[in-house]
């Protein structure tokens, strides 16, 4: 079993859908973060979560909210969307958030696309 | 502002050689945090190597290694003895000592000929 794991891999969906992206970590951590990779630009943070609580939201629209049930599972909640929004977009987990020497595990993503 | 840069948006190296690919960063701060990571096709983001600022000694993982050069604001990383499995997208990170965000660079796309 993978440390991180999301699902879907691959997501499709109308600008008027609903969706959402899933991610769970196997590994004990109290942080997991939500990143927007786009093609040819720098990952861009957008939620970061510790113990289920948020601490950072990097001015991301509201059609995208996040949820933290608990330190193992974190959603993204996806509605509304615009073509724009279509991207690569990492989960990811620490141990901790504060720790400035801290390695992030990633999952594989989910490939979105906007129709 | 801190910011990252990675001047090569692709790179390719034959098999067995040894590739460097580079990484700049800007800032003011002295206590900060440097990073390559690497996402081969799977998608997974892994981390390769690290650099704490305050550390003479350049950092080395097997055949992974880096030439931090502090007055210089760079931190390129070295690839020995290239293997296929290299073959990647290649990410260079910042993180100042007193924020837990990473500064990302655009990456570079690292080709290997067999």
């Known amino acids: 079993e993978t440390g991180v794991t999301q699902t879907p891999r691959h997501l499709v969906m109308g600008m008027t859908n609903k969706k959402s992206l899933k991610c769970e970590q196997h590994?004990?951590?109290?942080?997991m973060y939500w990143y927007k990779q786009s093609a040819k630009k720098p990952l861009e943070l957008m939620f970061v979560y510790s113990l289920e609580e948020r601490v950072e939201n990097n001015s991301v629209p509201s059609r995208f909210s996040p949820e933290c049930p608990n330190s193992s599972h974190l959603f993204l909640h996806l509605h509304t969307l615009q073509p724009e929004d279509s991207a690569l977009y990492l989960c990811?987990?620490?141990?901790?958030?504060?720790?400035?020497?801290?390695?992030?595990?990633f999952g594989s993503g989910t490939q979105l696309s906007v129709l | 502002a801190q910011t990252v840069t990675q001047s090569q948006p692709e790179m390719s190296v034959q098999e067995a050689e040894t590739v460097t690919l580079s990484c700049t960063y800007d800032t003011s701060e002295s206590d900060y945090y440097l990073f390559w990571y690497k996402q081969p096709p799977s998608r997974q983001m892994i981390l390769v190597i690290r650099q704490e600022a305050y550390k003479q000694q350049n950092a080395t993982e097997n055949r992974f290694s880096v030439n931090f050069q502090k007055a210089a604001k760079s931190f390129s990383l070295k690839i020995s003895d290239s293997q296929l499995g290299d073959a990647a997208m290649y990410f260079c990170a910042y993180r100042s000592g007193s924020n837990y965000q990473l500064i990302w660079g655009a990456g570079t796309k690292l080709i290997i000929k067999p």
């Open positions: 990811a987990s620490s141990q901790e958030v504060q720790g400035s020497y801290e390695k992030l595990f």
């Open positions: 590994l004990g951590h109290n942080a």
